[in-house]
């Protein structure tokens, strides 16, 4: 059973296009979370969510939206794209310290963009 | 802002011998530090986490130490075998809040 899974595994689009990333973990964490992974592999947090709530909002362009409509899942739509949003996006989940957790991430296998 | 810095781009040793990474952090002590192993084209994967009470932590052929004095943790792998071959990549909490901040990592190649 696939623990946290993402779709689609590629995505290659037009700049100024408008694309959508799902995600969903099936391990029963309380917390999710989007990072994105450049050209130099330096992996730096975008967004997280925990019980649905939005935690972590780092800096990051407002044509970033994520969405959780509930705790399992947690989405990425991206208005308007652009050239630099070429990456390679995960999704994590965790389990947060205050439920006894260590917030270790479990990450999903990756979206990689092609912004043309 | 802590900082986590990660010695050598890549690391290249042969078959049978012991590969060690550094992860040096610049601001507090993290409560705990964790190491992630990263394949070309998939997510991290956990690999074992260390309390800054906890001097040193093993997992079969993998061992962490934690310095907190000299802000260091040290990752080895021992009788490292061309499977090993991998980016490594250390990560530390931000104080009480829910994210953890990755290093760059270091690229291990075992050559047989």
């Known amino acids: 059973d696939t623990a946290v899974s993402q779709t689609p595994k590629y995505l290659v689009t037009q700049m100024g296009n408008d694309k959508s990333i799902k995600c969903e973990q099936n391990?029963?964490?309380?917390?999710m979370y989007w990072y994105k992974q450049d050209s130099k592999k330096f992996l730096k947090i975008m967004f997280s969510?925990?019980?649905?709530?939005?935690?972590i909002n780092e800096t990051v362009p407002n044509r970033f939206s994520p969405k959780s409509p509930d705790k399992a899942h947690l989405n990425l739509h991206i208005n308007s794209l652009e050239l630099g949003d070429s990456a390679v996006y995960f999704c994590?989940?965790?389990?947060?310290?205050?439920?006894?957790?260590?917030?270790?991430?479990?990450f999903g296998p990756g979206t990689r963009l092609t912004v043309l | 802002s802590q900082k986590i810095e990660q010695n050598s781009e890549a690391l290249n040793i042969q078959e049978g011998k012991t590969a060690t990474l550094t992860c040096n952090y610049t601001?507090?002590?993290?409560?705990?530090l964790q190491w992630y192993r990263q394949d070309p084209g998939r997510g991290p994967v956990f690999l074992l986490l260390?309390?800054?009470?906890?001097k040193e932590k093993r997992k079969e052929r993998l061992k962490v130490t934690f310095d907190t004095t000299l802000k260091q943790s040290l990752f080895h792998i021992t009788a490292s075998q061309p499977a090993d071959s991998a980016t490594y990549l250390c990560?530390?909490?931000?104080?009480?809040?829910?994210?953890?901040?990755f290093g760059s990592g270091t690229r291990l190649l075992v050559r047989p």
């Open positions: 969510y925990n019980n649905k709530e939005l935690i």
């Open positions: 391990l029963g964490h309380d917390t």
């Open positions: 990560a530390l909490d931000m104080d009480s809040s829910y994210k953890l901040i």
């Open positions: 601001n507090y002590s993290p409560a705990y």
């Open positions: 260390i309390r800054e009470n906890e």
């Open positions: 994590a989940s965790s389990q947060d310290r205050t439920s006894g957790g260590t917030d270790t991430q479990y």
